[in-house]
T-cell receptor, first 113, second 115 residues
C-alpha cells in the first residue's frame, strides 16, 4: 500500500526566507509525485509534478521539488517566500494510469511580513 | 473555459437527512473523481468515473453513499441517511489525461456539516 507523509502541519516563515515543505512517501512501485496548493476559498491547483524525466522539478511561482529515491522524499522548496505564498500545500502520489491519488495531510504555510 | 464547479458550497443538515452534492467537470473530461477531507486530515479518495462508468469505487465508505454520473457529464454524490462522521469537505476533480502523470483539476469543494 502506498502512503504520503507531510512533516509539519503548519510552517511559518518570514517574507524573503527559504520555504521548505517536507514530503515522504511509501510505495512498492515507482510513484508519480505531485504538489498541489490550495489558496483560501479555492480548489486545489497543481504546483508541479515528478514524472521520472528529471529528479529536480520546477513548478509555478518559483517553487521546485527534488525527488530522492534513496530518501523516499519529494520536498518542496522556494528560495524566497512571498506573502502570496500563504496557502495549504498537499503532496500526492499516483501509480496507475488515471487512477486514484493518495494525498498527505497538508501543510499550512504562513508568511510573516 | 469554465473550471470544475461544485454545488452547494456549504450544506448543513441534521443527522438522518439526505444530501446530494453535485459536480460539473470541465467539459470533455472523461475522468471524474470524488475525494473527501475530514477534520483537516488527508484528502481521501472515494471513487473514480470514466465517462459514466465507475472505474474504482474502493474508497466509498459504506452503502449510505451513492454516486452517479448519468450521461458521462455531471456527477452527483448522495449521502442517505447522513451521519455525524460524514461531515467534511467533498472535493470533485476531473481530468482528460489518462496517464498517471495527468493533472487533476479540482473544484472548490462542498462543505458538509451534519448536526
Amino acid at each position: 500500500a502506498q502512503s504520503v507523509t507531510q512533516l509539519g502541519s503548519h510552517v511559518s516563515v518570514s517574507e524573503g526566507a527559504l520555504v521548505l515543505l517536507r514530503c515522504n512517501y511509501s510505495s512498492s512501485v515507482p510513484p508519480y509525485l505531485f504538489w498541489y496548493v490550495q489558496y483560501p476559498n479555492q480548489g486545489l491547483q497543481l504546483l508541479l509534478k515528478y514524472t521520472s524525466a528529471a529528479t529536480l522539478v520546477k513548478g509555478i511561482n518559483g517553487f521546485e521539488a527534488e525527488f530522492k529515491k534513496s530518501e523516499t522524499s519529494f520536498h518542496l522548496t522556494k528560495p524566497s517566500a512571498h506573502m502570496s505564498d500563504a496557502a495549504e500545500y498537499f503532496c500526492a502520489l499516483r501509480h496507475t494510469n488515471a487512477g486514484k491519488s493518495t494525498f498527505g495531510d497538508g501543510t499550512t504555510l504562513t508568511v510573516k511580513p | 473555459e469554465a473550471g470544475v464547479t461544485q454545488f452547494p458550497s456549504h450544506s448543513v443538515i441534521e443527522k438522518g437527512q439526505t444530501v446530494t452534492l453535485r459536480c460539473d467537470p470541465i467539459s470533455g473530461h472523461d475522468n471524474l473523481y470524488w475525494y473527501r477531507r475530514v477534520m483537516g486530515k488527508e484528502i481521501k479518495f472515494l471513487l473514480h468515473f470514466v465517462k459514466e462508468s465507475k472505474q474504482d469505487e474502493s474508497g466509498m465508505p459504506n452503502n449510505r453513499f451513492l454516486a452517479e454520473r448519468t450521461g458521462g457529464t455531471y456527477s452527483t454524490l448522495k449521502v442517505q441517511p447522513a451521519e455525524l462522521e460524514d461531515s467534511g469537505v467533498y472535493f470533485c476533480a476531473s481530468s482528460q489525461d489518462m496517464r498517471a502523470t495527468g493533472e487533476l483539476f479540482f473544484g472548490e469543494g462542498s462543505r458538509l456539516t451534519v448536526l
